[in-house]
């Protein structure tokens, strides 16, 4: 168990008392240099301070409230996440009055399974199947793509080889990159080239990546410093054909050669040699398929070729630690993540629960404050998603429909699950504007629009009211400078700066607005600073 | 945001609303006129993104019996071919009456090609690395654009220039945003971004310094009420307090960055609207489809821009999606190629319209008349032989439109492809065709009209030019 080592908060002027929890109270004198004593004061993961566990709660949930952070605070970050694997998994129904994306918004705000939820949203980010493409269908494709949800919060804690495999048998993502019906021959017998979309988006954006990586997140370059392709087109078209002849189940079994089934949502699809391409291809790592096999059988030596390439854990690992913690992760952090992806302590690849325990309780995610080597450059942009949900929870939001949050959340860039395609809202590569080194992703839906929406949506759920939301501004103190603290402390871990507590007093205490309108007013503004929105 | 950009409306004393902006405009307009040539036109460029791969193929059909029957060999006993009868008969420039037609929606599109001869059609075009030819490609010699059928990698080619970023090192900015960097002395003293953006490929816009404004589908770009005016002045002078400040975190100061430059622009612009709205006649012409709001709000814009704004110069960035057409290709493009011809068709009479009001100095605030080119980019062509699901599959070389008063229309461009699988313009044996016409030569033409001409701008905005001997097509009267 790694134990965290943080320098106590220097405040800069003499303000007393900047962290105090029910464990222990860093008290500080005013603006004296820490003593050799005060450096080595010690966070463990099982007393972690107040800012700790809140910014625990950022990264491995939709938000933190009071009662959640004085839990952490009680039973410890290791406890924390055991509660959490034990959790009883939500599930999405497919009822007629609320959408996927309503109850992703209601299951986010308010159900206990936070950190499977939290983790099945970054995987489906990752592997994604888009709603959009199922609006024609009867019930705009609620069934196909809440079967698809249920797969990644079913895995988030499991497999990721298991997640593969039944993510290539499931009849949404079958309709989505048309893996579905995708035939080798005509009903006349003559062959016919299949098609690449699910083979290339698998290797491309679910498994491998475009480039060959280092197990600390960095490319690999060849002699010339250029990047190498993981894999090639020919490497396509061989994944193509081996994963030919799948069709959605039906009681009566495989059609003919050549047909396809009726769109079902309800179970995995059924391989049919008739359609499939029996000869050996040539895979990845020089690995060739068996000749004659037929499609079930080379459907598993696909599965396992691509999970057991070495791409796949720092591929997924580092992705996780962008969409959990920071963007920007050190080397050393994606390599220690990278390494449990590899063997999780038992010789098991692959296994999600320990990986996003690595994750959570790395140096680097853990402590009061970013590692200071790291601190000019941590965190991540609130996603949209992530935006809302957070401000929510924290007034212990009641959410009975999330239609209007989902709309929101839309007109910010991020309706669930309806990204614009199988590249997801924004990719994890984009740059940060205005940097050639780091990384922003979720900066790639963050203009002059989505900023407005994000204004706007505060100033509809603080001074007036979102449809199928309740808040409780009442969590905030009545009195402009409890207001100040509160906002501090609970809102930012104790990181406003003296200019903004400066400028958001001024405001709450104007004469002008009336006295009641205070604390939605200090939560407008301190909401929509760079200090709220990059969750740090 | 730049922080001189920043410092200078904030000397105005503008927070981005009401009677400030509005001033400030207006003097903008003052200064313009003290500045501008006599007669120097209004100029827009509007590129139109068909996100997904648009399989041209089926835009653009050889007519001739000769012609149809290479087509018809390969796709008509598919369920993706266009029969001959149904082409829009094209009579292009130079070439034999009804030698093309165009895909039975486009009725309007091809009235306008061949009546007022102010339609172009720019014939397989796509991103090069440099000149290269069929013989390299079948010996594996030649330089290829990377990641070529790849979406992302082939729409953000197209938008950048930079057909292969590992060499490049990268690619971070647009052609169109590194355009704007270019041509925005020609919009001074305005701070104001040459480039609005409602949809596309994002990164087109993107430039060095320049920055589009990104507006939604109903225009509206403001910070809402909280239903009492004394919050919201509280509000909005507190919020512009926080934005002024500098922090410590990389992440929050590009995010300070985007907000703040946000607020500026955004009030500005809803003052030039409303001082100078689209007459309620022509708004009517615009279907009330995904590409119709977006031509319709551009038009907003373009009036507004050469108005209260008083821009000489505007990019503006549009996009249609559902061209990845793996599957049921013919039905999709019914859908998508009607909703083109009616919001292609009908931002082409409003900037008629709007320009013969004009000219009965009737649409106040501009004197000049508004030079407007439409152009559309894809990712990609699709394979000319079509695959097991009714539709086709990634490939290259695609062919463009372009529309507008200043276009040499009723004429083909470049080099239609030769449709034989496995021939001479093949990559492979599916019909993937080889560009003749680089992206780069395509959007240089744009670029030089719009007023990019010193050879020192063109370099940088089109690094992979330099190999190219011809740098620009013919499809544009200066």
New interface residues.
Partial sequence: MQRNLHRLRTPVFGSLLLSCSLAACETTGPAEPPSAEDEAAIETLAQPSKPNAIRFLEQSSFGPNANRVAHVMSVGIDAAIEEQFAARRTRYTITSTHTLGAQFFEHAAMKPDQLRQRVAFALSQIIVVSQNPFKGLDDRGQAALATYLDLLSKHAFGDFKTLIREITLNPAMGHFLDQANNHAYRPNGDEIAPNENYARELLQLFTLGLYLLNDDGTEKVDNDGKPKLSYTQEQVEAFAHTLTGWTYAADGGCPARGRSNPKEWTRPMIGCDESHDRRSQLLLLEKRTREGAGAAEHLEEAIENITSHPNVAPFISKQLIQHLVTSNPSRAYVRRVTAVFRDDGTQRSGNLAAVVRAILEDDEARGAKPPRAQESKFGHLRSPALFITHVVRRLNGRVTDGTALDEWSATMGQGVPRPPSVFSYYPPSHPLPGSEILLGPEFAIMDTATSFARANFLTRVLFKTVNGTEVDLQVLPADPEGIINWLDVELLHGTMSTESKMIVRAAISDPSIPPESARALGLYLTALTPEFQVQR | MNLSRRSFLKKSGIFGFGAAAASIAQSSALEKMAFAAPGDPYRALVGVFLLGGNDANNLLIPATDDGYAKYSQVRNDTNIGIPQDDLVKLNPRNMPLASFGLHPKLTELGRIFNEDRKLALVCNVGPLVEPTTIQQVRAGTAVLPD?L????DQQDAWVSAIPDP??EG?R?TGWGGRMADKIRLLNDPSTYPVST?FSGR?LFTVGQVE??????FDGK????????A??N???D???Q??FD?T?????????????G??LA??GARKAAIAANPLPPAIAELFPPTTLGIQLLRIAEEIVAGASGLALSRQLFSAGL?GFDT??DELTAHDELYGQIDAAFAAFYKAIADLNELITRGQLPGITRPLEVTLFTMSDFARTF?P???GGT??AWGSHMMVLGSRVRGGALYGTFPDLELGGDDDIGE?GRWLPSTSSDQYANTLAAWFGITDPNDVDAIFPKLESFEVKTLNFMRP
């Fill in positions: 990641n059928m790849s979406h992302p590992f060499r990268g971070f953006y994002s920055r589009a404004l990104v507006v939604p770009l403001e910070l809402a009420s909280s239903g009492k004394s919050v002045r509280v509000r002078e507190a919020t307090a926080l400040q922090g410590t975190s990389e992440l929050g100061e590009a995010y300070r960055g985007v907000f430059g946000a622009n955004a999606g793996h599957n032989s695959n097991s699901g599959d990634h599916e």
